[in-house]
């Protein structure tokens, strides 16, 4: 700056009056100050228009101006000037009379004045000397926020009150916010709720030690939200401490930050989990299986002569594929699998919760859904897939041996053909197997009349008198023989057709007891009860009670010749939900049966809330009895027990005279079994019926 004011300077000076100038002239050269351009001096010219065209050609350091010319006159002749010349330092001539318009002239850009006659050579070195350096202030101010206009980013300086002293142009272009409406704003109407606590420990921290960097959501007049870093410092401004801050929009970083953690976990192909996620899930999973005894199930699935694919119409084609084969992989999976791609024509999925039905069920359903034909582009696709599949925890307690084993599955699945899925274990292969054709097979069994029911005495031991019947259902299969329905129930209940058996069973039990009771063969010294097993997956359904009450009706059978048998896993997962069931079924009158009582989860305080009348010893206590002590001691504590809970018991697969002996020892009020009779088709338990009826 200093510089520029000892170059030799250029004058120009526009004066009408020729008397005033040669006095300007004289002064000019009196104060010493060496003239550039012109050898004879300063640059005259005599209205507002010469002058601004001399200006205009000579670029004058500073000019000299008098307000009242033949052209213009008053302050319009400094603005039009000022106007015309932007950054040129003016020094204003004025007339004595005319001080209020030399201050309205500083106001409106001129950089000082003097007046006409009253000066001498040095004020107006002086003069044009600090026009000069107030240009350049001026010049630099300018230069300032015309920098700060060009910043990308957000530039503010704030006051300790939080008031906006200066702001860039963008500041206004991204808040939507007017100058007017910023000057009266505070710092934190532009963030949520939820940022500003940060945001003022950001401007805390600034003051305190001098900087601090923060990342908040900028909220703009029209709501919207852009994510940027705000670094602020300290700053002394009028001898005040001011926060000077910038902020860079980091929303491109935000997403390039989120898409190489998407990249990370995802393939890029397909949209799919990559190993490193499912490696993640399948530890999870691992971990959760471990707790709650389940099984899981690991698959993989590859492509069958994918190859030639890629290789005869190319990658593109081959990709293309690739995902529209994950697609349909997706399209019959449940919310809580994984489905990933371990590279190539690879998929390994997790199944967290699957056993062997429904890991053979849900290959099934892949094999056909890949094999439907794919348009890709002017081609249609066939292609075929092989199966691995390894179960947790008999193929592998960890993620390595499981996708090991079931790739060992999957290689077997190649060798036996291809389009089909094998097991590691080859006892599950044919478990599957079996449970598929079970599965199908029981679906028409109804229909075909394949299903009956089988009726076992239950007597009272004190009386010997007949006091029940259990109705056991059967399935006799044309090929398959006569199916137990320790197979077949877990296999309905898996696949919900326990449902319609169930009421089937209901039905034709509860039309049976009503022909006995016509008959009168329901009534000795103690009335008998048709006792009904009820899968827990029937008891849970919403409509149990409606659809029991609706058979009874229809039968017209009176509720007291109905007994249920539940096991205790009915309220292994809802002991509440259990329990109002019960009491809805007590209320009708229908009375309730713990079966294979001591097998399963038995809390005793629940056990004294469940509106139940009967506890069912499991067969597998009573089975040793005369032998095993501790067997003994379980049996006869369950009745002791039970006795104090007012609770009657029944010991069930009663054989032999022993085991009789001893729990009638031990004071069991009922027992079932073959030592009196294997379960019975109708007529036969007719038969039995009478038999015990006229001993009575
Ligand atoms: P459960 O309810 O505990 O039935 C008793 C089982 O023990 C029956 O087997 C019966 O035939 C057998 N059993 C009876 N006395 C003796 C004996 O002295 N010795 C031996 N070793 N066994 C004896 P079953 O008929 O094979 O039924 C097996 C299970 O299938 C039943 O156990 C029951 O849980 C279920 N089940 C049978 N029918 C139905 C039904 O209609 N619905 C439902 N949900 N489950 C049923
Ligand atoms: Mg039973
Ligand atoms: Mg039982």
Redesign the pocket.
């Known amino acids: 700056m200093n510089e520029a004011l000892h170059n030799p300077l250029s004058i120009l000076v526009i004066e009408d009056d020729p008397g005033d100038f040669g006095l300007v002239k004289d002064s000019l050269r009196q104060a010493g100050l060496v003239l550039g351009g012109n050898a004879s001096g300063p640059v005259w010219a005599q209205t507002l228009r010469a002058g601004i065209t001399a200006a205009q050609q000579s670029a004058p350091d500073v000019i000299l101006l008098d307000l009242s010319l033949p052209d213009s006159s008053g302050i319009i002749t400094l603005r039009t000037l000022r106007a015309a010349l932007h950054n040129t330092p003016i020094v204003v001539l004025t007339g004595n009379d005319e001080k209020t318009m030399a201050l309205a002239a500083l106001e409106s850009g001129a950089q000082d004045y003097l007046v006409k006659g009253m000066f001498d050579p040095d004020a107006l070195g002086r003069a044009i000397r600090y026009a000069q350096v107030r240009s350049h202030i001026v010049q630099e101010r300018d230069f300032t926020q015309a920098a700060l206009n060009s910043l990308p980013g957000l530039f503010y300086l704030i006051d300790q009150q939080g008031r906006f002293l200066r702001w860039n142009q963008n500041f206004e272009k991204v808040s939507g916010y007017s100058a007017a409406e910023i000057a009266t704003m505070s710092p934190l109407d532009f963030f949520d709720e939820a940022d500003r606590s940060s945001i003022a420990a950001g401007i805390a921290q600034t003051y305190a030690s001098g900087e601090a960097l923060v990342e908040a959501e900028f909220v703009a007049k029209d709501h919207t939200h852009t994510p940027f870093l705000f670094s602020g410092k300290r700053f002394m401004f009028d001898q005040k401490p001011c926060l000077m801050g910038m902020a860079i929009d980091i929303s491109q970083r935000r997403q390039a930050h989120a898409r190489i953690e998407w990249l990370s976990h995802f393939d890029a192909l397909t949209g799919l989990a990559n190993l490193r996620l499912l490696d993640d899930r399948v530890q999870h999973a691992i971990s959760m299986a471990r707790r709650s005894q389940h099984t899981l199930t690991l698959m993989t699935l590859d492509l069958d002569h994918f190859k030639n694919i890629n290789d005869s119409l190319g990658h593109p084609i081959g990709d293309a594929l690739l995902v529209a084969v994950a697609r349909r992989i997706q399209s019959v999976m449940r919310e809580e699998d994984t489905v990933s791609r371990r590279g190539g024509d690879e998929f390994v999925l997790l199944l967290p919760t699957a056993d062997v039905a429904d890991a053979a069920h849900l290959a099934e359903r892949l094999l056909a859904v890949i094999a439907r034909s794919h348009q890709i582009d002017a081609h249609e696709l066939l292609t075929t897939t092989s199966i691995g599949i390894a179960i947790y925890p008999t193929d592998g307690k960890d993620f390595e041996t499981l996708s090991r084993n079931a790739d060992v599955a999957m290689y077997r699945a190649k060798q036996d053909g291809r389009n089909c899925y094998r097991f590691f274990a080859a006892e599950m292969q044919t478990r599957s197997i079996r449970t598929l054709h079970i599965e199908n097979a029981l679906r028409r069994a109804q229909e075909r009349g394949q299903l009956s029911?089988?009726y076992?005495p239950q007597l009272a031991l004190s009386s010997g008198q007949v006091i029940g019947a259990?109705?056991?259902?059967?399935w006799s299969h044309p090929e398959l023989g006569p199916v137990?329905?320790?197979d077949f129930?877990p296999i309905a209940e898996a696949s919900g057709q326990?449902v319609q058996?169930?009421e089937w069973?209901l039905r034709t039990a509860v039309r049976q007891m009503k022909a006995w009771v016509d008959q009168g063969l329901a009534s000795g010294a103690a009335p008998m009860v048709m006792a009904?097993?009820?899968?827990v997956v029937?008891f849970r359904h919403p409509r149990l009670v409606e659809s029991i009450l609706q058979i009874l009706q229809e039968e017209q059978l009176a509720p007291e010749y109905l007994e249920l048998?539940l096991?205790e896993g009915v309220a292994l997962n809802d002991p509440l939900g259990a329990i109002a069931v019960m009491n809805a079924l007590r209320a009708r009158g229908i009375c309730m049966a713990i079966?294979?009582f001591g097998t399963g989860y038995s809390s005793l305080s629940y056990l004294k809330k469940f509106m139940v009348y009967k506890l069912?010893i499991?067969?597998s206590f009573v089975?040793d009895i005369t032998e095993d002590p501790e067997d003994k001691a379980i049996v006869s504590a369950i009745i002791r027990m039970a006795g104090s809970l007012g609770l009657k018991t029944i010991a069930?697969?009663?054989?032999t005279i022993g085991q009789l002996a001893f729990l009638r020892d031990s004071g069991c009020d009922e027992v079932?079994?073959?030592?009196y009779s294997?379960?019975l088709p109708a007529p036969a338990f007719e038969a039995f019926l009478r038999q015990a009826r006229n001993r009575e």
């Open positions: 029911l089988h076992q259990e109705a056991l259902l059967r137990s329905p320790a129930i326990i058996i169930g069973v009904v097993n009820l899968s029937q048998e096991t079966d294979d069912k499991d067969q089975r069930e697969g009663v054989e079932q079994g073959y030592y294997k379960p």
